[in-house]
């Protein structure tokens, strides 16, 4: 497997990946391609921090970050996500790469912290914590439980309060 970044002649592929990733029966348009699209188009993915996995020369997983606020604060927090990986790829280890190689790109690029939603029970394992415990607040209260932060080597615990995503995520 190849991790590598990704580059324009991807977008096709990585709409695929997003879309059979989180497909589900009678959802005709997948919110986290929409959203990796939006991200695109508002200049708003981190190239760094936007990463392929490939395997026999097609891709087969995909994860971005973009830039996130915390409070006024606007370069200490990334906001990771969609990650996604081809059904017949998931628990192979692909997103487990795509996660490891986003983390150390992330602390190399200077970030404080990384923030995502998801399954707490998956992202454990990668060092993330419930993000209140870092006094990180995300933009919905009801996403709390869900609601997750990673400090990477530039935290500093004045790296903490209302957290908000790029604009692509609120269009959803």
Known sequence: MLIRQAVPADETAIRAVHTAAFAQPGLTTVPEAVLVDGLRADGDLISALSLVAEQGGHIVGHVCSSPGKLDE??????GLGPLSVLPEFQRSGV????MHTTLEAADALGFAVVVLLGDPGYYRRFGFVPAEQLGITPPVPEWAQHFQARTLTAHKPE?????RYAPA????
């Not at 995520?169 to 959803?172: D, K, M, P, V």
């Open 169 to 172: 995520f609120e269009r959803l």
């Open 159 to 163: 790296n903490r309060g209302a957290f």
């Open 95 to 98: 997103g487990s790469a795509l």
């Open 73 to 78: 604060d606007r370069s200490s927090a990334a």
